[in-house]
């Protein structure tokens, strides 16, 4: 019959351990894989053309807000736009009044091109509003504006699985 002396167990148990315990640790370390994205800063001077727009679309409508906002672009005619006020107030009497707008993305493409894209809340459905600023020199101007109401289709759409065997 063999017996085991506790003295030749602590040094074998206490190695066992220390691996133990060093393999948790190397475990926890993150990988050069992980990254954190910073969120991109807002833009002061294209926010506050934004906000502005959103206060005049609440307060004194559709060709106010849009009139307004095409101002910093001295390129554009405000005749030009008619089309594009007319389809939103006709899509604003069938959705109810404004609530609130939501910010969906901002994007840079460079320091004079931006873009911020907008959920913009109604009383029986949500539309967006996208944005596209470009500063030529010195000021920021709008160069794009998109609206539309397909935002929740998008949605929809990009929880399908789409070409996965």
Known sequence: MQYFSLKAIKPTLFVILACIFCSNAFAQTPTATTTVKAPTAAITGVTTYIDKFFKTYEKDGTSR???????????????????????????????????????????????????YSYLVKHEKQPVRFTFMFYKPKSDWVIYRLYFDDQVDNELEESAKINGKP
Not at 105 to 113: E, F, G, H, I, P
């Open 65 to 115: 807000a849009i009139i307004n906002i095409f101002k910093t672009n001295p390129l554009v005619d405000s005749t030009s736009l008619k089309g594009l006020i007319a389809k939103i107030d006709t899509t604003r009497g069938l959705i109810g009044m404004y609530i609130g707008k939501e910010l969906i993305v901002q994007r840079k493409a460079s320091n004079s091109l931006v873009l």
